[in-house]
């Protein structure tokens, strides 16, 4: 049965938001019945979700006397000669999520089409063939300016570029968040990143490669996740449609999102959003479980607009719009708030 509607008796139960279920309960609501919050608090939670109002409790207001890089300057690692716009963005989602001061490290083959897509952002380049230690020394300097990392988006899978990545991370205390290539060069080198303030943030192909036991079926989708991060102590985003964030003590479950986030590039808004929230002081945890709730909004605010062929750089656009003051501030139509294609969670969500 395809619901239209579902209602869920006090608190929402975790299997509606993972599949199979999720495709199959259309808007999701859940109702009192006479049991109170302190009643519901009192009992312990294993999974936990976000709505507005968690939302605008977790993601810092800018301050009325804040400067440039007290506003969030994140250092964003990427891109290549063949993968440019990885880094372009990568670089402008972390902008568009309220960062003050954004700077673009890239291979010098790279930076001159990054400076031909980013005016406001700041490309500094790296030898393309130098020693990677010179690279590693460089960057670290960059990064005494910066208040987080990201680093990863289309950088390359030779083992020169592991080194940079592994060292840079190695040597900095910044706030990461680790994706794509960086993943890559990861894999066979968790253990250093345990005492790391990181989020890495995998597809499913990617976590089956880092966590060394192969494909990751939807049903073990919890109890990989589970497994991995007691196992590494590393926080860790795996996307997929129900996108889960752990941390060692509550996964999250992102309500929010649209088949319209399937296409290239998505990924690397996301890294950038994740950055910005990392720069602004969020811990691991709360930057990826707020980055995915609010990415998860933009696709669907880029998608409303146009219904077929949104592309990664609508979802930057969209950043904007996708807060939930933006959202309600002009009421649209009863059957766009509230019969959202994206199914999405109503209510008070919290823990359950």
Not at 45 to 74: C, N, T, W
Not at 191 to 204: G, M, Q
């Amino acid at each position: 049965m395809r619901a239209t509607q579902t209602l869920a008796l006090a608190a929402l139960k975790p299997g509606l938001l993972l599949m199979p279920a999720r495709e199959n309960v259309g808007a999701l609501w859940r109702a009192q019945i006479g049991i109170d919050d302190a009643t519901l608090a009192a009992h312990a939670h294993s999974f936990a979700a976000l709505d507005d109002a968690a939302f605008l409790q977790i993601v810092p207001k800018r301050a009325f006397e804040s400067d440039k890089r007290r506003a969030g300057a994140p250092l964003v690692i990427a891109g290549s000669r063949q993968f440019p716009g990885a880094a372009v963005l990568c670089a402008l989602g972390a902008a568009r999520a309220g960062a003050g001061y954004v700077t673009v490290a890239a291979p010098a083959s790279a930076a001159a089409a990054l400076r031909a897509h980013l005016v406001e952002q700041v490309v500094v380049e790296f030898d393309d063939e130098g020693p990677p230690e010179r690279v590693v020394e460089s960057l670290c300097e960059i990064a005494l300016r910066s208040s987080a990392i990201a680093i990863g988006p289309g950088l390359g899978l030779d083992d020169r570029i592991g080194t940079i990545v592994r060292e840079t991370i190695a040597r900095t205390d910044l706030p990461i968040v680790a994706d794509a290539s960086a993943l890559f060069h990861l894999g066979k080198h968790l253990d250093p990143l345990r005492e790391k303030r990181i989020v890495l943030t995998p597809h499913a192909g990617e976590f089956a490669r880092l966590s060394g036991k192969g494909t990751v079926k939807d049903a073990e989708r919890v109890a990989r996740l589970r497994e991995f991060v007691e196992r590494t102590g590393i926080t860790t985003l795996l996307k997929g449609l129900a996108t889960l964030v752990y941390d060692g003590t509550t996964i999250f479950i992102n309500t929010t999102g649209t088949n319209a986030l399937a296409t290239a590039g998505t990924g690397d808004v996301l890294t950038g959003v994740i950055g910005t929230l990392l720069s602004q002081g969020l811990s691991p945890f709360d930057a990826a479980r707020a980055g995915a709730y609010w990415h998860g909004w933009a696709g669907w605010c880029a998608s409303r607009d146009r219904l077929v062929g949104v592309i990664a750089r609508d979802v930057v656009q969209n950043l904007g719009e996708a807060v939930p003051e933006a959202r309600y501030v002009f009421p649209r139509p009863m059957q766009e708030v509230f019969l959202q294609p994206m199914r999405r969670v109503f209510s008070n969500v919290g823990e359950f």
